[in-house]
């Protein structure tokens, strides 16, 4: 079956602090890997995405991801949080439009 | 240019009601995804149409049912309301070309529709 596991349902950091995000997948066929990010009282907007070439994918806003196949993940990754990355996070796996998307990640983060 | 545009932003129905949302892509985009989000399922694919077709189809009821006129605006639609229908609807854009399957969504603000 085809599904997503967003591993961390919220997270609470403080200003400066590392985060990542941990993404893991099960899809049949050739995989096209998302993240989005929905602000408060936003819409939902891409952050980033990998469908092939460098594993390592690097973002809007200083976000990045890496693509490990071995370990079916998609982990997000930020070397320093800033309060205005508050918001919800979702992991997203497909292609053609259809996308599956996990629970997503709530962050809060502390000035 | 304009983003997608979905309409009403807020809907409160009851429960055996039928409910229709809009949605406006933005200009020249010819794919219209439907995405239902709740707290406890996240974000779950509907549907998705293409020039006027069902391309693809998620798990949902048959009360749930969509389509796309000539310009490309979208009507989503939920039959018989049940409570568990409580959601925020979530209406996504993009060109629609086949041959990319790395296709970058924009998604609306989306329809809160409250079941009572």
């Known amino acids: 079956a085809q599904s997503v596991s967003q591993h961390n349902h919220h997270v609470i950091l403080s200003e400066a602090a590392s985060l990542e995000l941990g993404c893991n997948y099960s899809?049949?066929?050739?995989?096209?890997l998302f993240w989005y990010v929905q602000y408060p009282g936003q819409h939902l907007q891409l952050l980033l995405k990998?469908?092939?070439?460098?594993?390592l994918v690097k973002g809007i806003k200083g976000f990045e991801a890496e693509f490990i196949k071995s370990k079916f993940s998609f982990n997000l990754r930020k070397p320093s949080v800033q309060w205005s990355d508050t918001a919800e996070y979702f992991c997203?796996?497909?292609?053609?439009?259809?996308?599956?998307f996990g629970a997503g990640t709530r962050l809060a983060v502390h000035p | 240019k304009a983003g997608v545009t979905q309409t009403p932003r807020y809907l409160i129905k009851t429960r055996g009601q039928q409910v229709t949302l809009s949605c406006s892509p933005i200009s020249g985009h010819r794919s219209v995804s439907w995405y239902q989000q709740t707290p406890g399922q996240g974000l779950q694919f509907l549907f998705e149409?293409?020039?006027?077709?069902?391309?693809n189809k998620g798990n949902f009821p048959g009360r749930f049912s969509g389509r796309q006129f000539s310009n490309s605006r979208s009507e989503m639609n939920v039959s018989t309301l049940e409570l568990g229908d409580s959601a925020l609807y979530l209406c996504?854009?993009?060109?629609?070309?086949?041959?990319?399957?790395?296709?970058?969504?924009?998604f609306g603000s989306g329809t809160q529709l409250s079941v009572l």
């Open positions: 149409y293409f020039s006027e077709t069902q391309r």
């Open positions: 899809y049949g066929g050739t995989v096209n």
């Open positions: 990998y469908f092939s070439g460098d594993p």
């Open positions: 997203a796996v497909g292609g053609y439009n259809k996308l599956i």
């Open positions: 996504a854009s993009s060109l629609g070309d086949s041959g990319r399957k790395n296709e970058k969504l924009f």
